[in-house]
């Protein structure tokens, strides 16, 4: 199984008539992602094609939505207007908004996700490489070569870090990576990703990359120590950070002992988590666990 998105799921993309949007489509579709339509309200109407597939464009995501029945939204939309784009997303009831756009004002990601709380929309970014399901579908800009299905469930802020244990664990390969982003506000968490893993029968193993700066690793500890019986290995950027200096994602910042990659390890260990200290021996851990059976 995957979680999030799998082979049913039916996108679309907000800007996809953009660089960005256009260039990513043509990679989602390359990996079998069933991309719908596009939406762009001064294109509606037109289309666009890609190699042996032709998309149309709507002008809103409500009207793409009853054409299409789609499921999924991904939005390559400038940092501006992203706020409204998702807000839009989410009143026309979409039930994923996978939010790649970097740089969103703080202030514009705290309106949508207060506005997408209670609805049926799981909003995953900003500032995120988004989802993928190997051999299923990918929304977002993840590379869909490096990995293959599997049976291990991938949770991570840094998108690179995504790439990197996707491609050193190949050779046991992924239910599903989610890329949660790393700005102070996300829409899904780790605890979000780490609870459908958890469920779902497919996947046997928790990889969960965290990095400096605020508690977020501390709380998915807190809350594997108390719903996870899965194992779980984690991973944290930033042991080499000085401190007080914001450090890569917006919200990697360290005040004092609080937030420091020694401390998310020692209470991420303290609930049973193996933690690597490098992504390398993140893997080997994980790599043991699966091999130890």
Same mark, same amino acid.
């Given at each position: 199984?995957?979680?999030?998105?799998?082979?049913?799921?039916?996108?679309?993309?907000?800007?996809? !008539?953009?660089?960005?949007?256009? &260039?990513?489509?043509?990679?989602?579709?390359?990996?079998?992602?069933?991309?719908?339509?596009?939406?762009?309200?001064? &294109?509606?109407?037109?289309?666009?094609?890609?190699?042996?597939?032709? %998309?149309?464009?709507?002008?809103?995501?409500?009207?793409?939505?009853?054409?299409?029945?789609? !499921?999924?939204?991904? %939005?390559?939309?400038?940092? /501006?207007?992203?706020?409204?784009?998702?807000?839009?997303?989410?009143?026309?009831?979409?039930?994923?908004?996978?939010?790649? !756009? *970097?740089?969103?004002?703080?202030?514009?990601?705290?309106?949508?996700?207060?506005?997408?709380?209670?609805?049926?929309?799981? @909003? @995953?970014?900003?500032?995120?490489?988004?989802? $993928?399901?190997?051999?299923?579908?990918?929304?977002?800009?993840?590379?869909?070569?490096?990995?293959?299905?599997?049976?291990?469930?991938? =949770?991570?802020?840094?998108?690179? %870090?995504?790439?990197?244990?996707?491609?050193?664990?190949?050779?046991?390969?992924?239910?599903?990576?989610?890329? @949660?982003?790393?700005?102070? +506000?996300?829409?899904?968490?780790? +605890?979000?990703? +780490?609870?459908?893993?958890?469920?779902?029968?497919?996947?046997?193993?928790? =990889?969960? $990359?965290?990095? @400096?700066?605020?508690?977020?690793? *501390?709380?998915?500890?807190?809350?594997?120590?108390?719903?996870?019986?899965?194992? =779980?290995?984690?991973?944290?950027?930033?042991?080499?950070?000085?401190?007080?200096?914001?450090?890569?994602?917006?919200?990697?910042?360290?005040? #004092?002992?609080?937030?420091?990659?020694?401390?998310? &390890?020692? /209470?991420?260990?303290?609930?049973?988590?193996?933690?690597?200290?490098?992504?390398?021996?993140?893997?080997?851990?994980?790599?043991? +666990?699966?091999?130890? #059976?």
């Amino acid at each position: 199984m995957a979680i999030f998105l799998d082979e049913t799921s039916r996108v679309i993309v907000q800007g996809m !008539t953009g660089s960005e949007g256009a &260039k990513h489509t043509r990679r989602m579709l390359a990996a079998g992602t069933r991309v719908v339509g596009g939406v762009n309200a001064r &294109k509606a109407g037109t289309s666009v094609a890609f190699d042996d597939v032709t %998309l149309p464009v709507f002008g809103t995501v409500a009207e793409a939505m009853a054409e299409t029945d789609a !499921t999924v939204s991904v %939005l390559f939309v400038p940092p /501006a207007f992203t706020g409204d784009a998702v807000t839009e997303a989410v009143d026309a009831g979409i039930g994923l908004a996978v939010v790649i !756009t *970097e740089g969103v004002p703080v202030h514009d990601t705290a309106r949508f996700w207060a506005h997408a709380s209670g609805s049926p929309t799981r @909003i @995953i970014g900003p500032n995120c490489p988004g989802v $993928i399901s190997p051999g299923k579908s990918n929304a977002g800009i993840i590379p869909a070569d490096i990995t293959k299905p599997g049976s291990i469930g991938l =949770v991570s802020k840094s998108g690179t %870090l995504t790439y990197q244990l996707m491609h050193e664990l190949k050779d046991f390969g992924f239910t599903t990576c989610v890329g @949660i982003g790393g700005d102070p +506000i996300v829409g899904t968490t780790h +605890i979000d990703a +780490i609870e459908a893993f958890e469920a779902d029968p497919e996947t046997e193993l928790i =990889v969960m $990359i965290g990095e @400096i700066g605020g508690d977020a690793e *501390e709380r998915a500890a807190e809350f594997v120590r108390d719903n996870v019986t899965k194992p =779980v290995v984690g991973y944290v950027a930033g042991f080499t950070a000085p401190e007080g200096r914001t450090m890569g994602h917006a919200g990697a910042i360290v005040s #004092g002992s609080s937030g420091t990659a020694e401390a998310k &390890k020692r /209470a991420m260990e303290a609930v049973g988590i193996r933690v690597g200290r490098t992504p390398s021996e993140t893997a080997a851990l994980a790599r043991a +666990i699966l091999t130890a #059976g």
